[in-house]
């Protein structure tokens, strides 16, 4: 496995900073399982990369009247 190590210290108001530079070969693997990318969102609760989509629960829509009537008596109460 080939490896190259470059280290630069430098000083920029009153501090000190330290990056490396690592060049190395990478080395492909063989996977015993497929991966599958997940993207969670905002519309759907989920789309795999194979393309499959999984839609939320809505239980937000399904109770948005519900929540609104409690959250204005809640108002008037205080």
Known sequence: ???R???TIS???DRWFVS???DRV????EKPIDVVGVDLGVK???TLSTGEVFDGALSYRKLESLLSRLQ???QAEN
């Open 1 to 3: 496995m080939s490896l």
């Open 5 to 7: 190590v470059a280290v």
């Open 11 to 13: 000083s920029a108001s």
């Open 20 to 22: 490396f530079k690592v």
């Open 26 to 29: 990478c080395q492909i693997t």
């Open 44 to 46: 759907t609760l989920a």
């Open 72 to 74: 204005y008596r809640s």
